[in-house]
């Protein structure tokens, strides 16, 4: 069986350890040479940033997030050991986690580390489809000619680079779609290289939760357990015409990935519709700090992703889902583009608090759509609100500082509820 060993790049027969280097990092798969079709997942980003630019952290269990009001933005493996796990409460973080070190994210610091790894990718392909700083599906198709060695030695070379270069890792997922690469990508974290072929792919798929389906939330989930469909090969008993009657297209979509049939491509070239940022309580909330702290830390982070692609939007969403998980949406449009924190913050309050919605809550989100280029935005001055341009140059100022000193040198006090 083709085995390859991930630490030195040798190719041989398969076996528990390296012929050449001894090493266990060793992945074997009878496809292992002939899949093309890839999806890298950096391991706990943005925590194993901040260890490795603060060597004090390496030894320690790190969470990333907010104050003891705060919610987890990521938290590193051995935080994860102790049951912490993102979105959840500071409070329940550290309590299952009291050893921790809460560190406040440096969003630019966690671009510049994504722009290095995307830079290492593009040396390998030009089909290259981010997710998110931490992800990215890659078409690896006809690239052996170019480099002289196949997709799965280009993605081990990738992720050794990562660890030698930028001091950080990531988990390989190795197939012949999107939706299998992604499934893969997780299985085996972190430092993983995993491979579902063409013959294993319906055996394999056949006892797994449809939970497993990238999109497939507690709601949807709840939808089709009520009519006896929890795994992939519950979905395999309906017929494709029964599906899509009972839940439309989504239905669809869901007897061909039941099949692990994917036919999207990896687009290059896909663009970017909306920016957004959403997070899930741990226990439902109706508290009005609370959600306040949660939609001003999710403005300040749509922001920051809209400045750092050089963005900017026009309307503007809060997305709220119940505890009965219905979900509920208000939007707005404004009267020009915007890529500032405080616009976003109070836009999507006054839409939360025009509402009258009183939840409790189990999700709240934010979102900015209608995407320009970031020369049209907050160009004119609000005569509505004169304090506007204030604030404005005030965040702009802000901004500067973290670029220099780190996110954590200024930080909002509604940020600590």
């Known amino acids: 069986m083709p085995a390859l060993c991930r630490a030195c790049l040798h190719a041989f027969e398969s076996g528990p350890r390296c012929p050449a280097c ?66 959840m409460p500071m409070f329940q973080a550290l309590k299952l986690c009291p050893e921790a070190i809460v560190v406040k994210p440096r969003f630019e610091a966690y671009v510049e ?23 990215a599906f890659m078409d690896l198709t006809g690239t052996q000619r170019l480099h002289g060695a196949p997709p799965a030695v280009l993605l081990a070379r990738l992720t050794r680079r990562m660890e030698t270069e930028l001091g950080l890792t990531g988990s390989i997922g190795l197939s012949h779609n999107k939706f299998l690469a992604k499934l893969a990508s997780d299985l085996d974290k972190p430092r993983g290289f995993s491979v579902i072929g063409r013959a294993e792919t319906e055996a ?24 006896g469909i929890r795994s992939f090969s519950d979905l395999r008993r309906w017929e494709r015409r029964d599906l899509m009657e009972r839940f439309g297209q989504m239905g669809d979509r869901l007897w061909h990935l039941a099949r692990g049939e994917d036919h999207r491509p990896v687009s290059a070239h896909e663009p970017v519709r909306s920016i957004s940022n959403e997070t899930t309580f741990h226990e ?78 189990r999700l709240i989100g934010v979102g900015l759509s209608d995407l320009c280029d970031a020369a049209e935005a907050d160009r004119e001055a609000d005569l509505l609100d004169p304090g506007a341009a204030r ?24 940020a600590l509820r």
């Not at 798929?205 to 939808?223: E, F, H, R, T, Y």
């Open 391 to 414: 604030r404005a140059g005030a965040e702009r100022a802000a901004d500067a500082i973290r670029a220099r000193f780190g996110d954590a040198a200024i930080v909002k006090g509604r």
């Open 204 to 227: 394999y798929l056949a006892p797994l939760p449809v939970s497993k389906i990238w999109g497939i939330g507690p709601a949807a989930q709840a939808s089709l357990e009520k009519v």
């Open 22 to 87: 001894r090493s266990p990092r060793v992945t074997s798969h009878p496809e292992l040479f002939s899949l093309s079709i890839a999806h890298m997942d950096c391991d706990a980003f943005f925590a194993s940033v901040e260890k490795r630019d603060d060597p004090g952290l390496r030894d320690h269990p790190v969470i990333i997030g907010g104050g003891r009001r705060g919610v987890v933005s990521t938290a590193c493996y051995l935080a994860r050991i102790k049951g912490v796990r993102s979105a």
């Open 284 to 361: 439902d909330t109706a508290d009005a700090d609370i959600l306040d702290g949660h939609i001003w830390r999710m403005a300040e982070k749509v922001a920051s992703r809209a400045k750092a692609k050089g963005l900017a939007g026009r309307v503007v969403t809060l997305k709220l889902r119940r505890a009965d998980f219905r979900i509920l949406t208000r939007r707005t449009a404004l009267h020009q583009p915007t890529q500032m924190a405080d616009t976003l913050y109070r836009t999507a309050r006054g839409l939360h608090d025009a509402s009258g919605l009183k939840g409790p809550f």
């Open 113 to 135: 580390a994504s722009r290095a790894i995307r830079a290492m990718m593009e040396d390998l392909t030009p089909t290259i489809q981010p997710l998110s700083l931490d992800e």
